[in-house]
């Protein structure tokens, strides 16, 4: 039968024949090729080896390698183009006179991969392969070799300062062999620094110890004159003259590199003539970095950016010419809250570990490992095994003596490891404070022989470097050595009981000499001051004693980053340990001298229509060398309270804000110190504008 067909019809099937007559189309995109990507960079002495994957054969690429100081978004430079079905593609390393170790890797067009870089270096004909010892314990910075040997020591430290080791703009040339061209720039060690640690490295390794080098980067005129200063550090309020690396320019990258490769190559010789060095710390406790790390202020994302950055570059730097030679970052106690200041000056610990790790697996994995520096909650209070801060779970506010035993487990973690591995641990930085008379120097002995013997039965960590050897002025107050102070320069101090307690250490004498520091800790057994297995949970059972008040009207710790702040030594929000074993939340305000005026935080606060509004909280002074402070508060000028209070006691303030509800006021909370501000840690606890007693 015939049917009529519509003019609509018609033009259907013409359109379906002329689709048939089309070529077919590629693949469905599930099954097309994925896109050229980059899986791995081996470099040889002379070339580059990237092992590719994806792509097929009809498509041709192009690989684009990124200076080291140039952003993810800059063109780049191009290096090679080919047929993409290569697996495999070998370049020249050397570009002109720029070496691409330290260059990134992209397929061009495709920036939604991170460019990665070389993450194998093949071993350097000449040199030695660097080896661990297995002994762990240590000195940091000895101030005599025969006294650190005769402590039965495996391992020193030592800082070694990268301007140090340039020869200042406008000084005469050098001999030939302390002159290195890289990347375009002539760089000209000084051989006299370059002696001093020939004549210091070389005695430690003669006398059986491994060294690991503290690099550092101090803020000094002739730093700043040689380029390697991050340009964003804030030299002025630095307080402790060290900063961040300059990796933003040529000259800041060759210099960086080129140094710390002088320093591989010299100290891993076979023939061990200038001695050895195993490790390279890249800086000071990171995480603090405001203080320990200057790049002024600055987030997360920008602190990990940046100390990636070091770390990678200083591994390629030294795995050049150094196997088994280690790189790591330096890390505080702190944990999971950032130090007391603003959030720009610190970075919780943890958070910078999981960021870094992200970045380094980004990038091309490579194993970075940790020196942590794990003191006691209070550097002035010896006993570990009361830091209320130090629990038992990963989010604990810190990580000391008390529960190392965290820290690798959290490394341990699937989404922490280095290509399948946990990274390592070093203590590089740890010790305990001297308090006064016979008994103080049993305390710290006590507290060195509880830390150790947890120390060395916890999986994970290879060093337990002491700080100090020796007792030394300029260290605000802290006696940590096992040494009293010197009498006179090139002496040495006195022993502590501690001398003996560490000589003592890793032998088999050790548990029968030290159970006098068992009762100091509540035990009858080493067993009990036993590490503790695990496995931990995520969040510590321990903060179920953290105090916070219900609901308040303005939170004075939440907002202390909106306050300002006048003539303090110090200030911020701080996680308090309290008398009766709690914790809380916390505004420290260090007054300054007793000729000056007040400390104060200012608060705009908005009082709103609450009715009978009060401000309440807990005036404490945490320092017991404290002579007492005076705490103020005004309101729009008019003292409305003046407290004098002593270490110890904390009693609960509430100021009455009646007269100033529905108005947006002035709130000055001020310190004054007595004779002297020296020991005046001074806290607000748990301050806050509350709805008041009358009505509830």
Known sequence: MHADVSPARVAALLIAAFLLLLPAPPAAAEEAAPARSIDRIAAGPETLRIRLSGGNDRERFRLVALHAWEPDDA????????????????????????????????????????????????????GTQIRWPAARKGVAVPDSIDDAVELGSAHVTVNVELGSLLLPPGAEDPPAAFIVNRDGQRLRFDPATVRHWDEQIGEMTRRGLHVTVVFLNQLQKVAAAKGVIHPATNVEEALFDLGAFNLTDARGVASYTAVLGF??????????????????????????????????????????????????????????????????????????????RAPLRNTAGRELLEALTRLSRAGGDFDWDIAHHPYPQNLFD????????AMFGFDTPMITFANLELLPAFLARPEMLCNGEPRRVILSEQGFHTLPGVEGERLQAAALALAAYRIFRIDGIDAFILHRHADAAGEGGLLLGLRHLAPAPGELGPKKLAWDVFRAMETPAFESSAAFALPYAGHERWEEAAPRPGPFPEHAPEWAGFKRREAPLVDLTAAADQARFENDLDHGVKLLSLPDGGMADALYLHPNTPDGPAAAAVFAVDLGDAEAPELAFSPYVAKPGSDGVLFRVRVDGEELLAAPVRFGSMQEQRVDLSAFAGRRVELRLETEPGATSAYDEAYFVSPAVVRGRRSD
């Open 263 to 340: 320093l591989a190559e010299r100290y891993s010789r076979a023939d061990r003539r200038y001695g050895h060095v195993g490790g390279y710390i890249v800086g000071n406790e990171i995480d603090s970095h405001w203080t320990w790390h200057n790049m002024g202020e600055a987030d997360l994302a920008a602190v990990a950016r940046q100390h990636e950055r070091e770390l990678r570059l200083a591994w390629l730097a030294v795995r050049e010419h150094a196997p088994g030679a280690r790189v790591f970052t330096s890390l505080t106690h702190s944990w999971s809250r950032p130090n007391a």
């Open 75 to 126: 063109v780049g430079t191009l290096v090679h183009a080919g047929p993409g079905g290569e697996e495999t593609v070998e370049i020249p390393r050397r570009l002109g006179d720029r070496d691409l170790l330290f260059s990134r890797f992209l397929v061009e067009g495709d920036r939604r991969r991170p460019a990665r870089w070389a993450t194998s270096l093949e071993p350097p004909a000449e």
């Open 382 to 389: 010896p006993r570990f095994w009361d830091d209320q801060l």
